[in-house]
């Protein structure tokens, strides 16, 4: 049976729309007059479409009968207009609507961002859609299946510029200050990629062929824009060769944007982004560059996966956001090998969704959702960071030629139209056939994409063989009533085989043939989505062969990263993995493992926090950071690469948090400097400003609040902001958590303090209470859509013991307390709290 994927049913289709908003800049209101040309397939007296926040004051539909007036009957609850006609219409019809919206500042819809201009405030008009909420600018049929073109005029002030997917095709006065701005018609697309922008900007411009590729900001900000020119013009070229298709739009904006709810959004042809993820320049920290080069990736892989291919219906976002995820990465080693983001995806995106898929509560990459509010739940780590995951395991078990065959036979077969993952594995498929007559990507892809979770395969010594059993892993090791089994591309190699050989573990248990090695490293090259644990004797014998530089990369990570989640779920001891990491990790290892190291060592310090195994971690970190610190020096060196520079700032950043005097009292002089208007390495002032926070007082808190309602630097601003949240004093932290809600503070960097108190030793003692104080203004002030509540409940996650986790259990036992968006976040909050408590458990930490 087909499913049904559009909720508004599939009789009534619309095919394009054209619209005029007549916005106010003083008002903030807007006036809004559509027709929407449809194809109604069985003759109907009632059309429904998607409208909420509007006013609608009249509509009437065209059709070979004539013109009829509707009764507009509105279902705020599920976000609707009905049209309701005296006479049943069908065939090619016109929809007429006149209607009043808000701009509102709650940064979705067609919305208001403030920016200041020379002291003075000011105002840009924006939108942000996805997932539902162009029906917060417009009525539509506001479903990604239903696309359409789309003729959009905008009447503005003289003095601002109006912006939307396509460049303008005429400019004509309106009235006395006012004109009118016509754009060409859009390519069929789906409403939640239109995009409306008016106000005024500093571009910096460049042709790439024949798209004319812009960066715009604010006023003031265009020397930020350059970088990120440079980065889209890099980027668009490389998709245009790996996918075979030509970008197929005549420009490309990409807009810096004051207020944004998300990171990024992909509007065709109009991106938009937060400055913090779009401007920079040379001068900016490694960090930052990098950050904004894969933002940039990400959100123009999404102009092919997304916007000229789109999923059918929601349940395959992962099929938008895995790509541009996995993409990005593939772009940014080809266009910047010298960063090696090929070996960053691992400790960046494969340990992402390792950590997310390990509750029990998490959700199928692939998963059916009905509603606007469950919509927004899936815009997480497993569609992102587990779905990127699978597509690296399958371009891997494919082979990367064969996977790009298939994305372009893909691409090309539904251009401008939806797909669904079947249409998918069908490409790779026959790509697989043309080029070696198998097609097997089907058979392994689905089983991965439709299951929840990941498999861990125990092995155990039996002679010469090795007796291999899969099951799910999960950080709570509980029984579930149905057994999962996974099909494992099984690479491996060993004592006495140290060309790499392949089974597929498809069954629960299965058997390899190590000849008698006294060790064999599975999952080799670490490509594959499970864990590995190995007997005792086998794993000192890895132990050893990392130690001596024989196994390295990602395969030293892969044992690593697996040994500290058996201690983090309480199937080892922590001082078993401390052993080992003392024993076998402390010389010079390379990139992933010492950064993973790092990490874990900082969660047993923060869980540990006033306990009484505390001295030990906080001894082991300093030793090991020490060591990598008095490896790499302070300051940058000619030669060094993205990842050394990196690791050099986590490292300072680690001793100040262990209280490491000498690295403190240094970080404090460059602190200092930096204040009096000195320049200091920019890799450096994240650990440096850090560490003058952790060990701050109440001046040093007044002093960095001062310097950030100051700053204009996105990435400086954004350091003093997180420096709020560091300081140790009980009473700054309460203080910079009020801070939060300041008018200092923009909505979309509310939830930054809060998140970073939750990862202060002293602050995740506050923050349940502080949540618990502002829940009812938090779940006011954090609408759906904006994907920030669940931020909040997931700042609890770090509490252990019984009695704090039943007090959480019991506030959000109350329906006041709860709404759909974040529903799972709580579920998988509480699951992470009893593994906190069964992780206390099995240390005998009281």
């Known amino acids: ?36 040309s449809v194809r109604i397939r069985k003759a109907t007296r009632r059309i429904e479409l998607n409208a909420a926040e509007l006013e609608v004051l009249r509509a009437s539909v065209k059709s070979k009968g004539g013109v009829q007036n509707a009764k507009v009957v509105e279902d705020k609850k599920k976000k609707r207009i009905a049209l309701n006609l005296a006479k049943p219409v069908s065939g090619s019809a016109v929809i007429s609507i006149e209607f009043t919206g808000t701009n509102n500042d709650r940064l979705y819809g067609f919305y208001r961002s403030q920016y200041d201009d020379k002291g003075k405030k000011s105002y840009i008009l924006t939108s942000q859609f996805e997932a539902a909420n162009a029906r917060a600018a417009f009525p539509c049929f506001d479903e990604p299946a239903f696309k359409a073109t789309f003729d959009i005029s905008m009447i503005i002030d003289n003095d601002k510029e109006a912006i939307s997917n396509m460049p303008v095709k005429s400019v004509a006065q309106y009235k006395k200050g006012r004109k009118i701005v016509v754009f060409r018609t859009t390519p069929v697309m789906s409403s939640y990629l239109l995009y409306l922008g008016v106000g005024k900007y500093d571009r910096v411009s460049s042709n790439m062929g024949k798209v004319r590729v812009s960066v715009l900001t604010t006023p003031g900000k265009r020397a930020l824009a350059r970088l990120p020119l440079v980065y889209a013009k890099k980027f668009l070229e490389f998709y245009n060769d790996y996918f075979g298709i030509r970008y197929p739009l005549p420009k490309m904006d990409l807009l810096a944007i004051p207020d944004f709810s998300a990171g990024a959004m992909e509007n065709w042809g109009a991106v938009t982004f937060r400055e913090i993820a779009l401007l920079g320049d040379e001068k900016s920290a490694v960090s930052v560059r990098q ?42 080693d080809a266009v910047f090998p010298e ?29 059916h959702i009905s509603t606007p509010e469950g919509i927004e739940s899936l815009f997480d780590e497993i569609s992102y960071e587990k779905g990127g995951t699978v597509l690296h395991m399958l371009e891997n078990y494919a082979g990367p030629e064969t996977f790009r065959n298939g994305l372009r036979i893909h691409l090309k077969r539904h ?24 097609a097997n990507i089907t058979k392994v892809a689905n089983r991965w994409i439709d299951e929840p979770g990941y498999p861990i395969v ?53 058997t390899l043939n190590a ?117 790499l020096g302070w300051h940058k060196r000619k030669g060094d690469d993205n990842i050394t520079v990196m690791l050099r700032s986590a490292s300072i950043s680690s001793l100040g948090r262990a209280g490491h005097k000498p690295t403190i009292k240094r970080a404090l002089r460059l602190y200092n ?21 952790y060990t701050g007082d109440a001046k040093r808190y007044r002093q960095m609040v001062e310097r950030y309602k100051k700053e204009k630097a996105p990435d400086d601003k954004r350091r003093f902001l997180q420096s709020l949240a560091l300081f140790r004093d009980r009473k700054l932290i309460l203080e910079g958590l009020k801070f939060s809600y300041t008018k200092d503070v923009r909505l979309q960097d509310a939830y930054t303090i809060p998140a970073i108190v939750s990862g202060n030793p002293v602050g995740k003692e506050i923050i349940w209470d502080w949540t618990r104080k502002n829940w009812k203004f938090l779940l006011k002030t954090h609408s759906v859509g904006t994907h920030m509540l669940d931020r909040f409940v997931e700042n609890l996650s770090g509490a252990y013991t019984p009695e704090r986790r039943k007090e959480i259990a019991a506030f959000f036992g109350k329906k006041q307390n709860v709404r759909e968006d974040i529903k799972r976040a709580i579920a998988q909050t509480l699951e992470r709290i009893d593994a906190n408590i069964n992780f206390m458990k099995a240390n005998e930490i009281d």
């Open 291 to 332: 950050r904004i080069a894969e933002v940039i990736a990400h959100e123009l892989a999404h102009q092919w996966f997304g916007d000229l291919v789109t999923m059918k219906w929601w349940n395959d976002i992962w099929l938008n956001e895995s790509f541009a995820t996995f993409m990005s990465y593939k772009a940014m």
């Open 1 to 36: 049976m087909e499913e049904k994927y559009q909720t508004l049913g599939d009789n009534v289709t619309p095919i394009n729309y054209n619209i005029t908003f007549d916005t106010n800049m003083k008002t903030f209101r807007f006036n809004g007059s559509e027709k929407v």
């Open 458 to 510: 125990n092995v155990k010594q039996d002679g010469k063989k090795l007796s291999l059993e899969q099951k799910r892993f999960m950080i709570l090791d509980e029984k579930l009533p149905k057994r999962q089994v996974w099909p494992i591309p099984l690479y491996y190699v060993s004592e006495k085989e140290s060309k790499q050989q392949f089974m597929l573990l498809d069954k629960r248990q299965g």
């Open 515 to 631: 000849r008698g090695s006294e060790w064999a490293k599975l999952n080799y090259g670490q490509h594959y989505l499970y864990r590995v644990r190995y007997p005792e004797s086998m794993l000192y014998g890895l132990g050893e062969q990392i130690k001596r530089k024989k196994i390295r990369g990602t395969d030293s990570w892969g044992i690593e990263n697996d040994l500290f989640v058996l201690a983090r779920s309480g199937r080892i001891t922590m001082k078993e993995y401390m052993s080992f990491v003392e024993q076998y990790c402390l010389g010079d290892i390379d990139y992933p493992m010492n950064m993973g190291i790092s990490s874990h060592l900082g969660w047993f310090d923060l869980i540990l926090s006033g306990k009484k195994d505390h001295g030990a971690v906080n001894r082991l970190i300093i030793r090991y950071s020490k060591r990598t610190l008095d490896r």
């Open 415 to 438: 251009e401008y139209g939806n797909a669904t993952k079947y249409d998918l594995w069908s490409a790779i498929d026959e790509a697989a056939r043309e080029r070696n007559g198998k």
């Open 673 to 693: 400097d930096f204040m009096r208007g000195k320049a200091i390495e920019p890799d450096l002032k994240s650990a440096v400003i850090g560490i003058a926070a």
């Open 339 to 367: 960063w090696d983001m090929k070996t960053q995806y691992f400790d960046d995106t494969i340990a992402t969704a390792f950590t997310a898929d390990s509750v029990k509560s998490t959700h199928p990459i692939s998963v």
